[in-house]
């Protein structure tokens, strides 16, 4: 599924989710000075509209979650696959690497040697 697609489901739910909880959206043209000052009263992940209720009423109403709890348990379950995929998925050492390293140069070296007769194969 496209991302762009999934994202304005997800988006367009939130808002369902804002309007059922009593919300309304409101569109309106502001100063700058405004806009500056809002951005400056704002708090750290909070939104326009709730930094001007927060400011107006004295307190900003919880809101819905924007994620619902089924996308919450699936983002869960990728990250806990994600992470016991990188437990099984180890570096290996260096001293493994050069073992692998040596076994496979003397793999072509043996295999040179053999075509240009310096080495025969073992008959079976």
């Known amino acids: 599924m496209n991302t762009t697609s999934n994202n304005a489901q997800r988006l367009a739910a939130y808002r369902q989710r804002l309007r059922e909880a009593g919300f309304q959206r409101v569109s309106a043209y502001i100063s700058r000075e405004l806009v500056a000052f809002l951005h400056d009263e704002k708090a750290q992940g909070e939104c326009i509209g709730r930094t001007l209720e927060r400011l107006l009423l004295g307190s900003a109403k919880d809101r819905p979650k924007y994620y619902s709890d089924e996308e919450i348990a699936q983002r869960e379950a990728r990250r806990r696959e994600w ?14 690497q050069r073992a692998l390293r040596r076994a496979e140069w003397e793999r072509l070296r043996l295999e040179a040697m053999e075509r240009i007769g310096l080495l025969r194969k073992p008959e079976i």
């Open 83 to 96: 992470a016991t995929q990188r437990a099984q998925a180890r570096k290996i050492t260096r001293a493994e």
